[in-house]
């Protein structure tokens, strides 16, 4: 499985972005996707989830309220609509594919398939 992110930028504190990770699985909609992120001098932290069925998804706190996830499985593209960035949002994100196990993990172990991520950097 190949995963492409893309879409992340330069945005001013408030502003949104989205980003897009593209899948190469023939069986995309059997996989639990999710997107973490790491900045500076940080360890990677996990931001959201999302079933494969796309019925359910779940969000660290700090994005709560504020990024949504998606997916469109005729596409195998998993989506992360950022908005109201902040500069603590920063970093380089990446989204993850998890073939087995539970869906809603927050662990990077758990997941089997990276993409190479994307900045976002947002400025003050």
């Known amino acids: 499985v190949q995963l492409q992110a893309s879409g992340g930028g330069l945005v001013q504190a408030g502003g949104s972005l989205r980003l897009s990770c593209a899948a190469s699985a023939r069986t995309f909609s059997s996989y639990a996707m999710g997107w973490f992120r790491q900045a500076p001098e940080k360890e990677r932290e996990f931001v959201a989830a999302?079933?494969?069925?796309?019925?359910?998804?779940y969000f660290a706190d700090s994005v709560k309220g504020r990024f949504t996830i998606s997916r469109d499985n005729a596409k195998n593209t998993v989506y992360l609509q950022m908005n109201r960035l902040k500069p603590e949002d920063t970093a380089v994100y990446y989204c993850?594919?998890?073939?087995?196990?539970?869906?809603?993990?927050?662990?990077?172990?758990?997941?089997?398939?990276w993409g190479q991520g994307t900045q976002v950097t947002v400025s003050s």
């Open positions: 993850a594919a998890l073939t087995y196990g539970f869906w809603g993990t927050t662990q990077q172990r758990d997941y089997d398939y």
């Open positions: 999302i079933k494969g069925s796309g019925s359910s998804t």
